[in-house]
């Protein structure tokens, strides 16, 4: 049963994370999140204010990390590098933020 509850956590963070770092938007990934999967998070065993704010985090995280986000490509071009380059370093710290903010949060 924990095994279960872990692979749900997880699930349920890292869809709207990897929606934000593909789309590059955190905005869209959250609200898509929070409309499809919050209302149900009594099935789920969790709170819908908890689940409703790992889907936030998890959906700004995601943008901090995409490439394809405005910030990283305004911030690459000052820089006068790529916006993966960029990604590359910052993907690592949000992804290991990410998975602190799902084990605090529930």
């Not at 593909?22 to 499809?36: I, Y």
């Not at 704010?53 to 071009?77: D, E, N």
């Not at 380059?85 to 690592?92: A, N, T, W, Y």
Request: include cysteine; glycine fraction near 10%.
């Amino acid at each position: 049963a924990e095994t279960i509850e872990v692979t749900r956590v997880v699930w349920l963070f890292f869809g709207p994370f990897l929606l934000a770092v593909l789309s590059g938007s955190g905005e869209a990934a959250m609200w898509a999140c929070n409309r499809a999967v919050t209302p149900s998070a009594a099935s789920f065993g969790m709170n819908p204010e908890a689940l409703g704010l790992l889907c936030a985090v998890a959906g700004q995280f995601g943008r901090t990390a995409s490439p394809l986000a405005g910030c990283i490509i305004i911030v690459a071009g000052i820089a006068k590098v790529s916006p993966f380059e960029i990604s590359k370093r910052v993907g690592l710290s949000m992804t290991i933020s990410s998975i602190v903010a799902a084990l605090v949060l529930v």
